[in-house]
């Protein structure tokens, strides 16, 4: 495992020798890190996200390949170029460029201060002010801390460095009408929609929804999803799944009705008063446990009473269109696949 430093800059409050005023001053210091270096073998290639260069079709983003290693998910760290591919920058590049003091995405420890623009022959430690000026503060030791700990996110494959992530899994997501291709944690919780958002390994169900919006149904009976190479044209940026074990994304429609159980409290509170009184009883209990935090099935079961409620009060030319809305939200939770969370110790690799 190589170990090289890192300079970086930091503030010190100081106060010139005879003088009472604080004065932040930016001074020089170093820390030791290590980054991990391992072969192609020991953190395997699970997932292959092929991207698409927006704005030039005719070159090819790399993809991002999101490797295993010691149980966590890794992905490339890209140096962004505009109008160009991105540059996958390795374990050389990144010590250089911490070394020259640039906080850019060529260096992915960047912590503090930028001091390229510094002079070498002004850049100061903290010695060499001792008996100049008094040293108050500082925040020497939280950027050292802070490096540190984005060295032990690192890894270097065959050279190249990659970094740990969190939330990152790619998911594909119909909820705009088309096919996007995004991390999970770009989505919250309770935006989250088993309708709409799909686990990057069902591929069925992605084309069936994809289908739907379409209107149509033409190539599906050429569609063998056993080859990924009669239906990958319908993605914009395929996902390739090589270790489906990695996959930690649960379609749990409990907080998307959660939100939408709070959201309709809100919009009826106004006019709730004007209603039959078994609406407003019904309603009541609904925003009452909205309130309390109580979990998704119970809140589900008082919302299916409130739409049996609207539907038994609704006029003879249909049904009130509160109670079409209800029941498309409680049928999708009672048919999500999942309505519990996964025991914590039996989670596998955390994306």
């Given amino acids: 495992m190589p170990m090289f430093e890192v300079p970086f800059a930091y503030t010190a409050q100081t106060v010139a020798l005879g003088k009472r005023k604080l004065v932040p001053t930016t001074l020089m210091s170093s820390v030791m890190v290590e980054v991990a270096s391992v072969s192609a073998e020991e953190a395997p290639l699970v997932l292959r996200w092929h991207r698409y260069n927006w704005g030039r079709e005719d070159e090819l983003q790399p993809p991002f390949d999101y490797r295993l290693h010691g149980g966590d998910l890794f992905l490339p760290v890209y140096y962004e170029y505009s109008g160009r591919p991105d540059h996958h920058v390795d374990l050389s590049e990144a010590v250089a460029a911490a070394g020259q003091g640039y906080r850019g995405k060529f260096n992915p420890l960047a912590a503090g201060e930028e001091f390229h623009r510094i002079p070498a022959d002004a850049r100061r430690r903290a010695r060499d002010v001792d008996g100049i ?146 609406t407003m009883v019904a309603y009541a209990a609904v925003r009452d446990a909205v309130k309390a935090g109580v979990a998704a099935d119970e809140i589900c079961s008082l919302l299916e009473h409130y739409a049996e409620v609207l539907a038994a009060g609704a006029a003879a030319d249909g049904p009130h269109w509160r109670q079409r809305q209800i029941v498309a939200e409680t049928t999708t939770y009672r048919m999500s696949p999942i309505n519990e969370r996964e025991p914590a110790a039996d989670a596998g690799p955390r994306p």
């Fill in 133 to 278: 000026m008094t040293i108050r503060s500082s925040d020497e030791d939280e950027i050292a801390a802070r490096i540190r700990g984005k060295a032990a996110d690192l890894i270097a494959v065959d050279g190249l460095l990659f970094r740990r992530t969190q939330d990152a899994e790619p998911i594909y997501d119909l909820s705009n009408g088309h096919l996007k291709t995004v991390k999970l944690g770009s989505v919250k919780p309770d935006h989250r929609d088993v309708r709409t958002h799909f686990r990057v390994d069902q591929i069925p169900e992605v084309l069936e929804v994809l289908g739907a919006f379409e209107g149509q149904d033409e190539g599906s009976a050429e569609i063998d999803l056993d080859d990924p190479a009669t239906y990958r044209g319908r993605f914009r940026e395929f996902v390739e799944v090589f270790d489906a074990g990695v996959l930690r994304y649960q379609p749990d429609q409990g907080p998307k009705l959660l939100a939408y159980a709070a959201s309709l409290v809100a919009r009826e509170k106004d006019g709730i008063a004007d209603a039959p009184v078994a």
